[in-house]
Each structure stands twice: as structure tokens, then as C-alpha cells.
């Protein structure tokens, strides 16, 4: 009975919000602070961040000429909506992790070495495009993404500097992720 007690009793910190579910249905929300759920309601707390998270990811992969790469990224996103979000904050940023990694790899792979290096402001587009729309079925959204490195890996290394970028983060246009004149992506 002790241990039930102590394990109906969650701390909420303060830029995090409880979500109460029972069977999977969204009951409250519970603020910051210590709060009880009781164990005989059959009722859980998933806690949610509401800040924003900063998710690395790193991969090596293959262009369509067979060039090895590697990349690191960044991934800024935020939760807007709690309530509707399927996932914990830890699931979240392991599904943001594993997502932007797969789809940046998409690029690569279905891309020849030249075109990355001469398509690299469409690509990326594209990309936060791809992304931003996964993250808003999670209830989520793209704040920025930033590739930190990509190296082409073999007998002629070199560094691909036109992939990274400073900051590039979402317009308005048509729901998708493009440069603005304000927020240009940089090389």
C-alpha cells in the first residue's frame, strides 16, 4: 500500500504541464507543483514539456553515387498543444531524434554527391517541409533546424559548408518550411 501511495504522487516542475489519462482519454491537466492521482481511479499522468527541446542527431549514409557522408543536425521543436499530444516528452525527443535523422538520410541517399552540393537551399527546404508536417500530427512544432555538420568521408574528404546553416526556421507560405527575407538560411 506504501509503495502505491508514493508512486500516485508526481512532481510537476515549473515548464512542464500533467496530463491525467484514463484509458487513454484525457481527464485534467494538472499545473506545477507536487500533485496525487489516486491508484484506485485507474488513472495516469503523463507529463508534458512545454519549453522547447533541442534534439542532436548524427548518422552516416550513402549518396546515389555511393559517397559516404556524415551529417550532425539540430532539431528546435515545441509542443503547442499538450492535450493533444500522443506522447511524453521523452518519447517525443527520441521520435523528433530518430525522425529528423531518417529524413535528412532520405535526402542523401536519393541525391548524387553534385546535386547536394548545388541543391543544397531546396533540399533543405524540402526537408523542414517533410519534418514540420510529421511534428504537427504530433501535435508539435518546428522552431528551427540547423545541420551543425556534413562531411563527405573517403578518398577526397571535404566538408560540405554550404549544408550548414546558422538558423533556418518556418514561414507562413503554404504551411511549409522555407528561407524568409527576415531568416534567411545561411552558408
Request: glycine fraction near 4%.
Amino acid at each position: 500500500i506504501i509503495i502505491q501511495v508514493i508512486r500516485s504522487i508526481k512532481v510537476i516542475k515549473n515548464g512542464e504541464i500533467g496530463v491525467v489519462e484514463r484509458f487513454g482519454k484525457v481527464i485534467t491537466t494538472k499545473q506545477p507543483g507536487i500533485t496525487f492521482v489516486s491508484p484506485l481511479s485507474l488513472s495516469r499522468i503523463r507529463i508534458m514539456s512545454i519549453n522547447e527541446q533541442v534534439i542532436p542527431a548524427s548518422e552516416t549514409a550513402y549518396s546515389s553515387d555511393k559517397i559516404r557522408i556524415t551529417y550532425k543536425i539540430e532539431t528546435i521543436y515545441k509542443v503547442f498543444d499538450p492535450l493533444k499530444a500522443k506522447f511524453s516528452t521523452k518519447q517525443l525527443n527520441y521520435t523528433v531524434k530518430y525522425l529528423s535523422a531518417m529524413l535528412f538520410k532520405k535526402i542523401i541517399v536519393s541525391n548524387t554527391y553534385d546535386n547536394l552540393k548545388s541543391n543544397h537551399d531546396f533540399l533543405i527546404s524540402e526537408f523542414m517541409r517533410d519534418l514540420g508536417n510529421c511534428l504537427s500530427e504530433m501535435s508539435c512544432e518546428l522552431i528551427s533546424f540547423e545541420v551543425k555538420d556534413i562531411t563527405r568521408i573517403g578518398q577526397y574528404a571535404e566538408s560540405l559548408d554550404q549544408f550548414k546553416s546558422v538558423n533556418t526556421s518556418k514561414s507562413s507560405k503554404n504551411n511549409g518550411y522555407e528561407p524568409t527575407d527576415d531568416n534567411p538560411i545561411k552558408f
